[in-house]
């Protein structure tokens, strides 16, 4: 991973690796770029022929973090402004949880850089998300952090999907991982401008029927059978708004899936991006 420092005078930890057309990796709130390689996309995408961009979001160490709050407007744009820093006139783009919020910000400002899209695990954000966000903002506020045990809890209810919650050894494998992390975050500022982000999004109604009626590119959908945060339903129902879409539920994972068990969604993404390599 090295920094590129942006226009903005942003820095981003960015890992570019292969040859070929470009495809640009969005992730979720908190999520590190090196996801991308442990669940296999970033090699499948590689031995595919393509030329695959990651990069850690404001907020997450080694990039920049500003003070909060941060917008999903600010998000899309540093990934925007990366991309024209690495000479990409046109990438397809991968957002992953809150990575599509950041996907879709990209649709409106710059659609002349997207040709083709995947939105997964994160299309239709679901009351249990804005109460999640709600609840951890207001901690913040009250006391001026979120208490790591309340972290873990929520990210071990939401993470894995209701098999993997009633087998102790892997609740207290995954309570054990969550404890010991830090979250990777580069100051306290990049966890509340993310958290911000996210919720100001899910707050203002997102995604508008308006917006997804625009999308005018090929477009692949992905939910988790037992995602909290976004249901298959609602994203089956919200990816027909958008034309030329395609939907697939993925079996057998929560919204951790792409940790936990990513069924064959890279097999799915690959095919997408190879499909539309042209």
Known sequence: MENVELASGITLGVSRVGAGPAVLLNGG?????????????????????????????????????????????????????????????????????MGCYVTQSMLRTRPDLIKATVLFAGLQPSPIGALVGEMEIGLI?????????????????????????QDPATVAGWRDLLSASDGGWASPDGFKGQLTASYAWISAGEPLPEHLAHIDIPTLVLAFEH??????????????????SAFAQIDGAGHGGLFTGPGDSIERIVAFCIENRA
Do not use: K
């Open 29 to 97: 709130l908190g999520m590190p770029a090196l996801v991308w390689e442990l669940c296999g996309l970033t090699t499948s995408l590689v031995d595919a022929g393509f030329s695959v961009i990651s990069y850690n979001a404001r907020g997450l160490s080694p990039s920049s973090a500003p003070p909060a709050p941060y917008s999903i407007a600010d998000m899309a744009g540093d990934a925007e402004a990366l991309l024209d820093h690495l000479g990409i006139t046109e990438a397809i783009v991968i957002g992953y949880s």
């Open 141 to 165: 506020e009250q006391i001026g952090e979120i208490p790591q045990a309340v972290l873990v809890f929520e990210q071990l209810m939401t993470t894995l999907h209701t098999t993997l919650l």
């Open 227 to 244: 995602d909290l945060f976004f249901p298959p339903t609602s994203s089956r129902e919200t990816a027909a708004l958008i034309p030329h």
